[in-house]
């Protein structure tokens, strides 16, 4: 992705505009394992938010409270 230093380089040596095959590959890897640590963490935040609803619900103090129909 970095520029070629060296004189006389041509143009499809790593410039931004035409990356090689290997800053491509390791682009779209890099992509793929950050949306999937994006999705666990995401589905992980969900689950804990069910169990924690859960839990609270089942400690409610419910004596006190009529049923109104």
Same mark, same amino acid.
């Given at each position: $992705?970095? !520029? *070629?230093? #060296?004189?006389?380089?041509?143009?499809? *040596?790593?410039?931004?505009?035409?990356? =090689?095959?290997?800053? !491509?590959?390791?682009?779209? &890897?890099?992509?793929?394992?950050?949306?999937? /640590? +994006? /999705? /666990? =963490?995401?589905?992980?935040? &969900? $689950? @804990?938010?069910?169990?924690? @609803?859960?839990? +609270?619900? =089942?400690? +409610?103090?419910? /004596?006190?409270? &009529?049923? &109104? #129909?």
């Amino acid at each position: $992705m970095f !520029r *070629c230093l #060296k004189p006389g380089c041509p143009d499809t *040596c790593g410039t931004h505009h035409r990356p =090689s095959c290997a800053d !491509r590959l390791l682009y779209y &890897v890099l992509l793929i394992a950050f949306c999937i /640590a +994006l /999705a /666990a =963490s995401f589905y992980t935040g &969900v $689950m @804990r938010i069910h169990e924690t @609803r859960d839990d +609270l619900s =089942s400690t +409610l103090p419910t /004596a006190g409270f &009529v049923n &109104v #129909k």
